[in-house]
């Protein structure tokens, strides 16, 4: 199967919802996260798809803006989303790195996720550098974790995240 990644696009959001609930669920919007999601656009221009050969979605990344505590808005990840028979091939990885990609050719100095430490600390994510910045609610059993591009950016931070309004 062929999968291409592109950019999202608008008549992607009906698809990329059913896809998100089928992963997570829709009790998902009781979470922290939905803080910095709900009534707030994603960051487009950063967001991508995954379509196989007949353009069906079959994977997608998003992003949202965040403020830090120094007033400065990065993007924060998730949800990563792989249709579940594609899971454990490789999908979500190439998504990942290209999210990356997206976010450091943007120019942000770093972004923050809220996940599972098993799967994405080998991307490079850690707890240490966002150890004195704080949600505004409870992330368990996932984790709050981020990544410098630019080294220091975050670990000199301390306070309160809270929604890009």
């Not at 996940?115 to 966002?130: A, C, L, M, Q, T």
Request: proline share 7%.
């Amino acid at each position: 199967m062929t999968i291409t990644l592109q950019a999202e696009n608008i008549t992607d959001k009906a698809d990329i919802t059913q896809l998100i609930d089928t992963c997570f669920g829709t009790d998902r919007k009781t979470r922290t996260v939905y803080q910095f999601r709900d009534g707030i656009d994603a960051y487009e221009k950063l967001c991508m798809t995954a379509k196989d050969e007949n353009g069906n979605l079959v994977g997608s990344l998003r992003f949202w803006p965040v403020t830090l505590p120094n007033g400065e808005t990065i993007p924060l990840f998730g949800p990563l989303a792989v249709q579940p028979d594609l899971q454990g091939q490789g999908l979500g990885r190439r998504l990942i790195q290209a999210g990356h990609d997206q976010v450091k050719a943007a120019g942000y100095p770093a972004m923050l996720i809220i996940g599972r430490p098993d799967y994405y600390k080998p991307f490079g994510y850690s707890e240490d550098v966002i150890s004195n910045l704080q949600l505004p609610g409870p992330v368990a059993p996932l984790t709050f974790m981020g990544l410098e591009f630019k080294e220091g950016y975050l670990s000199k931070l301390s306070g309160q995240i809270t929604a890009a309004r």
